[in-house]
């Protein structure tokens, strides 16, 4: 089949469209990423776009020897490595119970609007920062783990996962008299590997990623994970965290390349992990929350 | 055998302290919290490896002299977070057992009924040193702390005549151009045409940054200019008092601030950049004009020097919109923080001992501890900071300037001791080539602020303009006050960089009245008639 | 007779119980969790009620004013900005979130190339998962007057610098732009997969009746899609006063307040700088309940027109 001139037309223009927008999405990582290499009178200057000009390393030396730095991105790793296998087993044994029917269990609509209803309100940051001190969470990883260690987007994403897969597995399973236990972990959650794997990078994303609990439940600049860290950092544009000492004075480094270095160390971990997880999470998806 | 009584001797001694404590009873903890500061750790820690916010020389001498512990329920990393934190543990009801507020809080403090009438310990523990300084402050922070009779803080005391504004200018650039000093706004604006001619590239003509009623690169120096105050409530023609960012005379400011934006004049990012950003202008050599207070010499314009030897700057006073008006600072009370205590505290007597052993370390004349303890020197200052509570002195830094003003010139320290002795040393260090020390020089010697600061006092054709209320924060302005004022500024930057017309000044002013300022000002009115 | 049926009846009600009780087991230590951190926290909503004094206790002898904090807040003059603002942000980012992933989606479906395909999706879905504090800190320096990358671009152009992050002219849009930016990608894999579903054969029939490619997308794609659009827009319905508090959060200043301060802004000045407990409370009270009825509304639609039961 021959294509028309219209057609070649379109496709040139809209692989120019299509590249175009790649680059748009691309460009301010590279952007960052040049500058955190370029010295800082040619990022003063306005010079680095895609490449780094004056090519050094003393941005990443000057945020590497930091203490401060290495403590926040420690706090992270301890949290991502408590908080994500906690989200993912309490998702499984929330998710599969809620996937029955209503004739199977009972009680099945009051529990999904007992965990749907937190998606609606919440008590606030008074409360919420209250429950935590009189729990003696403060500054311990617990108080960024716990109140988020039961991520109802994520149930519901799972159930309708689990809703999907054939009853018949689950008949023969009860018939050969396999426990509850064993038809989720045994059949369940392996058919439902790519959903699974999704949900681990949206964990994974969430802890990683966020600040706000952090702030309010650290009474210490040391206890701060990254993502509060650089908050601020980079938004707040507040230097104390990292004491000033001589490298205004530098002339390959300054603050902008350092904030740049370390926006760019931050966001690393995800640049790693989430191509491994995209061939999963576009199947994991759409299952998962919309049917149709 | 001598050698062993030794031992003996000393086992007992070891065993003895390590009793003692105990014995004392006095051992507790206190609590407190704090911000980071980015100067301390430049200053300090940089040089005291061994010294930290919780552990340092401060806290041992106290858990020392006093038995006491010094804890830190939380250290924020900036003063955003600290409010956040403050407030935070107010609505939980579990705030540190020592508090330094600002008047709106101290109100909400009272309010919530978390902290304790002070004045019974007071009586029964401070020292007369610590009662005379507080007492040489007058009678209205005091006043400014009590509540229907009851005084619930102690006034971090400091110094009125410092609150007002200075010119500062780089003194090299106006030699090299052959400048005169400005008399008028016109002027200043020729000798910023000429600045940023020669500044070149990004020259800014006035650093501005976006604290705008802040210590230094704040808008009241040229507001003052104008006759206006903001933030001030100020006496009008007709005896009553009205918020002095409501006045006509803001509308005036503001117009010329716009102006000033207009026409390049002001950096287009000032009302985002904080003040170590807006300060890369100064510190680059881009700016030469500054309005500040009379430390503004120790930050930011020492690190001018820092970068650049040759820069040197100078203290002016005041312009004036119109030729041979008078000038016209706005003072208003220095002192705006007290320290108050929780009513969680087991022991309140503690802020009034620690307050005693400050005044000791710092301020007395016998002693002479001044050194270890509040300023050592070589780079190392302000170490006074590591104390959890400090206090001023309302005329100690004129008292200083004057002292050591002879001194400086025959290069004889004579009867000098403590702070005075140090800030000689330091002036004179910078006077013979320290441009590390230059800052000192610049607030204490000649030329300096203090000296500019007591020609305020003197010159005839100087009039201080006094913010008229000090007592304590009423009804309205605890409900609203934070509220009315991010309107006014809101509008005001927006008049400044040019985003509304000038005339959206009377506007928000209308709507400032009709949503509570009208209140506020029949509140302050009341309480004026009342005095 | 009846004694017996009820033994029976209770015999069954044991064996079901018995059946059931692994589930129960299951769902009991993410109860007991949510319990704790969701629901004792909600407690607290009563000082939206209360003139709260914070010493005595958050469930203390606290005064009942009724709805004066609700009157209260209502009359600051930010509120109803707040408010306003939050409506317009949130509805350009509803639109465009909308638009932009469709047509993307429509875009990368005609492509050829498997690997260029995959390639322009690995980068597109990349924003999608940085946080806006990183985010906050790229486009403070990339969007700056003085030295950003934009405006350097623009003043090349022959442009006078904008100043995206601090002028109310320009505020809300560069929040949607960015918005659009950050999730466009991720947005259109619904679309794409609905597209996948699309039975191939409907193709090769319109082509048979002579349909060139763009009749082919607008009579054989979009139909096919129509459902998944009508669905993803009812339930975006839902957002309507979330006009995003980590990303305005990051990127705003005093200066652009009255363009840019949104209610859970607002909310957070209110109470953690402004120490307004009750007032705060209130606001963020409101807020939820007008979310759960949009809420409610969209899921209600959701259910009527496209069948979809979201648990």
């Known amino acids: 089949m021959k294509k028309s001139k219209g057609r070649i037309a379109f496709e040139i223009i809209n692989v120019i469209v299509l590249c175009t927008l790649s680059l748009v999405c691309l460009f301010p990582l590279l952007n960052i990423l040049a500058m955190s290499f370029s010295g800082s009178s040619a990022v003063a200057a306005g010079k680095v776009l895609l490449f780094p000009v004056d090519f050094n390393l003393y941005a990443y030396e000057y945020v590497i020897g930091k203490s401060e730095f290495w403590k926040a991105l420690l706090r992270s790793i301890q949290r991502v490595a408590i908080g994500l296998p906690l989200n993912m087993i309490l998702t499984i044994l929330l998710a599969y119970p809620l996937s029955k029917e209503n004739s199977v269990f009972r009680m099945r609509t009051i529990y999904v609007w007992i965990f749907f209803f937190t998606m609606l309100f919440s008590g606030g940051l008074i409360p919420g920062y209250l429950l935590i001190q009189n729990l003696k969470l403060m500054d311990t990883i617990w108080a960024l783990v716990l109140p988020a260690a039961v991520p109802v987007y994520n149930v519901i994403l799972m159930l309708n996962f689990f809703r999907g897969i054939p009853h018949e597995l689950e008949e023969a399973a009860e018939i050969d008299g396999a426990s509850q236990w064993r038809i989720c972990f045994q059949i369940f959650v392996p058919c439902a590997k790519p959903s699974i794997a999704t949900l681990m990078l949206f964990s994974f994303i969430n802890h990683w990623n966020s600040w706000f609990d952090g702030l309010i439940f650290s009474n210490f600049p040391s206890n701060y994970p990254l993502a509060s860290f650089l908050q601020t950092v980079v938004v707040q544009r507040d230097m104390t965290l990292l004491s000033l000492e001589d490298w205004q004075s530098m002339a390959m480094i300054s603050d902008r390349t350092v904030r740049c270095a370390q926006i760019f160390v931050g966001i690393i971990p995800i640049i790693l992990i989430y191509p491994f997880a995209q061939k999963y999470f576009v199947q994991g998806m759409t299952v998962g929350s919309v049917k149709g | ?354 307050l005693n052993l400050y005044c000791e370390k710092v301020f007395d004349p016998e002693l002479n501890e001044y050194s270890t303890y509040a300023n050592p020197g070589d780079g190392l200052e302000g170490v006074w900071r590591l104390c959890p509570v400090s206090l001023n002195s309302p005329d100690k830094n004129q008292q200083t300037a004057k002292a050591i003003a002879e001194p400086l010139k025959t290069g004889d320290p004579g009867e000098l001791y403590g702070e005075q002795l140090s800030m000689y040393e330091y002036s004179k260090a910078a006077q013979d080539g320290d441009t590390t020390l230059w800052g000192w020089n610049r607030v204490f010697g000649e030329n300096g602020s203090q000296q500019l600061l007591i020609g305020y006092q003197n010159d005839e054709n100087v009039e201080l303009v006094r913010d008229e209320f000090y007592g304590v924060a009423t009804e309205t302005m605890s409900m609203r006050k934070t509220t009315l004022d991010t309107m006014l500024d809101e509008a005001f930057i927006k008049i400044i960089t040019g985003q509304t017309p000038l005339d959206e000044f009377d506007t928000v002013v209308e709507s400032w009245y009709s949503a509570g300022g009208q209140d506020m000002t029949d509140e302050v009115n009341e309480w004026y008639q009342a005095q | 007779m009846a004694k017996q049926a009820k033994r029976v009846k209770s015999k069954y009600t044991k064996a079901r119980f018995k059946r059931e009780l692994p589930l129960h087991l299951m769902i009991l230590p993410g109860l007991i969790l949510v319990l704790i951190f969701s629901y004792v926290p909600m407690g607290g909503l009563i000082i939206a009620f209360q003139k709260f004094i914070p010493s005595k206790g958050m469930f203390g002898d606290q005064k009942w004013i009724g709805l004066k904090n609700f009157s209260y807040v209502f009359s600051l003059p930010g509120f109803s900005r707040a408010l306003i603002n939050t409506i317009e942000i949130a509805f350009w980012k509803i639109l465009f979130g909308l638009l932009v992933p469709i047509v993307f989606a429509l875009l990368l479906n005609e492509l050829r190339g498997r690997k260029f395909k995959k390639a322009v999706q690995t980068i597109v879905y990349l924003p999608y998962f940085m946080s806006w504090v990183v985010l906050g800190g790229i486009f403070h320096d990339m969007l700056s007057p003085s030295g950003g990358v934009i405006n350097q671009l623009i003043t090349a152009l022959g442009g006078k610098p904008v100043f995206f992050l601090g002028d109310n002219r320009y505020f809300q849009g560069t929040m949607i732009a960015t918005d659009v930016w950050k999730n466009f990608g991720y947005g259109a894999i619904v679309y794409l997969a609905a597209m996948l579903g699309i039975d191939t054969q409907l193709y090769e029939a319109a082509e048979i009746d002579g349909a060139n490619r763009w009749q082919q997308t607008w009579h054989v794609t979009l139909p096919g899609i129509k459902m998944i659009v009508v669905l993803m827009t009812v339930l975006s319905l839902g957002n309507v006063l979330n006009a995003g508090f980590d990303q305005i959060f990051n990127m705003y200043s005093t200066s652009v307040y009255e363009t840019g301060d949104i209610i859970d802004t607002f909310v957070y000045r209110l109470g953690l700088l402004d120490a307004q407990y009750g007032p705060a409370t209130a606001v963020g009270l409101f807020k939820s309940v007008v979310s759960t009825l949009f809420i409610s509304v969209s899921y209600f639609l959701a259910y009527k027109f496209a069948d979809y039961r979201i648990f």
């Not at chain 2, 978390?114 to 040489?136: G, H, R």
């Not at chain 2, 009678?139 to 010119?167: H, N, R």
């Not at chain 2, 705008?212 to 120096?221: A, E, R």
């Not at chain 2, 008078?326 to 009034?352: D, R």
Request: hydrophobic share 40%.
């Open chain 2, 1 to 354: 055998m001598k050698k062993n009584r030794l031992a003996i001797l000393t086992g007992a001694m070891v065993a003895l302290s390590a009793v003692m404590p105990v014995m004392a009873e006095e051992n507790y903890s206190v609590s407190f919290s704090r911000t980071q500061d980015s100067t301390m750790e430049s200053d300090i820690f940089s040089i005291l490896k061994d010294e930290s916010y919780e552990d340092n020389r401060w806290t041992r001498l106290i858990k020392e002299r006093l038995g006491i512990d010094i804890e830190y329920l939380w250290i924020a990393p900036n003063a955003e977070q600290q409010t956040q934190k403050f407030n935070a543990a107010v609505a939980a009801g579990t705030i540190p057992d020592i508090v330094s507020v600002d008047k709106l809080t101290l109100k909400n403090l009272v309010e919530a009924e978390l902290v304790v009438d002070i004045q019974p310990y007071f009586e029964e523990y401070a020292s007369d040193l610590l009662k005379d300084m507080i007492a040489s402050a007058g009678e209205q922070c005091v006043q400014a702390c009590t509540f229907d009779g009851v005084q619930y803080g102690i006034p971090y005391v400091d110094c009125d005549i410092e609150t007002a504004q200075i010119l500062w200018l780089r003194q090299d650039w106006m030699d090299e151009l052959g400048l005169a000093a400005p008399k008028t706004v016109g002027d200043l604006r020729a000798i910023m045409d000429a600045f940023m001619e020669k500044a070149g590239d990004g020259a800014v003509g006035m650093a501005l940054c976006n604290d705008l009623y802040g210590t230094v690169m704040d808008i009241k120096g040229i507001a003052n200019a104008y006759g206006a105050y903001p933030r001030y409530w100020v006496k009008q023609e007709d005896g009553t008092i009205a918020y002095g960012s409501t006045t006509p005379e803001m509308k005036d400011t503001l117009a010329e601030l716009a102006d000033l934006y207009q026409n390049g004049y002001l950096d287009t990012e000032f009302h985002v950049n904080d003040g170590t950003r807006a300060a890369e202008a100064l510190i680059n050599d881009k700016c030469g004009v500054v309005f500040g207070w009379h430390a503004s010499a120790l930050w930011p314009l020492q690190d001018s020097l820092n970068q650049n030897p040759e820069a040197d700057w100078r203290p002016y006073q005041l312009v004036t919109s119109e030729e041979g008006a008078k000038v016209t600072p706005g003072i208003n009370m220095m002192t705006s923080s007290w320290y108050a205590v929780s009513s969680e505290c087991e022991h309140p007597e503690a802020l009034i001992e620690l």
